[in-house]
DNA sequence: ACCTGAACACCGTTCAAGT
DNA sequence: ACCTGAACACCGTTCAAGT
């Protein structure tokens, strides 16, 4: 006799990032998730093989949330690469604010946890573009590589609060754009 | 009626950080540290508050190492900043790959994990001494930070496993030291 | 076909009882 | 003064039994 379904794989994704920005890692637990989509424990296991599992689907989710915010802010069509680059980096620091555990998630994945490369790739897409305005195309991969690691080092150490004065922070984010971008311009020496 | 001291906080602290090693974070638990050390779970109690705190000690232990590591990479004296700035994000990278889950664990800290500004600034003051020799007092601060946000992202990238192509990420890694090294330098436009 | 309670192994932590 | 077994609450996961 069917029984009707009382939640969905979607639904139980949506509750375990929300509990995990809300209780941490540790706070993500298979009966809180199950709590909140109003199901016992175990019936997560018809619908996701087990927790890494859970937190893999996570994580993909949270990728795939910041590459369509880094799309988005990638087409407002600049003339200027800069300024493109510009608003790449603030919309992934904006999000790593908004849901800064699941950033941590996809910018320090677990030993076991791998993340789709075809959400990598699509995340990575709008800033490639932007690189090779920026750098040429014979360099698109180094430039894209150095701006990525730049912008993610500043955001993980911003979350870890590794920079101990408040108004320096947005100074130093200025500076280090500016000088990457000079850096990595087409005309550098 | 005294009982001998059957373990030390410091054999306990070195297990653990062994352990998270070989076993990863959710490896570390009480019992399979208390195990190694040859000692009981309650034990550990003794020594420690509970196993937040322990990781709390493992993460510091492993940023003083760190640190102590990019000091020693910095004493070499050189003339060119440049070269000592290599010398200490390789010094960083060579500890990462040994200690990829502590590193991560100092990298991106849980929600509660506080690390301590007495071993955050030892590990940094090399930086910012070789930084200062390349970019000048007035912006030490500055040019620290971008260089250390690169360096961080670009061995987190790594470890991460978000370079695809093997043989590529070393060319990567030249390239952005060299045109960081360009942009950061005193006489930089 | 999905949901559940019961059960099992495991974990962190406390505590009274041992030496 | 340190160590331990027993106990408790909690967690992930399985499975037979319900509908």
């Known amino acids: 006799m069917p029984t009707p379904e009382r939640t969905s794989l979607e639904e ?4 375990a990032r929300d509990l995990l920005e809300s209780s941490g890692h540790e706070g993500l ?3 809180a998730v199950a709590h909140r989509v109003g199901v016992r424990a ?8 087990n927790r890494g599992d859970l937190v893999a689907l996570v994580a993909d989710a949270t990728l795939r949330e910041l590459g369509a915010r880094v799309e988005a802010a990638a087409t ?5 690469p800069r300024l493109a680059l510009a608003r790449l980096v603030r919309a992934g620091r904006d999000f ?3 849901r800064p555990a699941g950033f941590r998630l996809i910018l320090a994945p677990g030993t076991d946890l791998r993340l789709d490369p075809a959400s990598l790739e699509a995340a990575s897409a709008p800033v490639l573009r932007v690189a090779a305005r920026l750098a ?6 180094d430039a894209a590589r150095t701006f990525t690691a730049w912008a993610t080092g500043f955001v993980s150490m911003e979350l870890a609060g590794a920079f101990r004065l408040g108004g320096e922070v947005e100074r130093a984010f200025e500076f280090g754009l500016d ?9 550098a020496s």
Do not use: F, N
């Not at 175990?42 to 093989?49: A, G, H, I, N, T």
């Not at 000088?179 to 005309?187: E, V």
């Open 76 to 80: 407002h069509a600049d003339d200027d």
């Open 12 to 15: 139980i994704v949506r509750a």
């Open 29 to 31: 637990t298979m009966q």
């Open 136 to 141: 040429g195309e014979e360099r698109v991969l």
């Open 96 to 98: 790593a604010r908004e």
């Open 42 to 49: 175990p019936s997560l296991y018809k619908r996701v093989r």
């Open 179 to 187: 000088r990457l971008c000079h850096a990595l311009a087409i005309p």
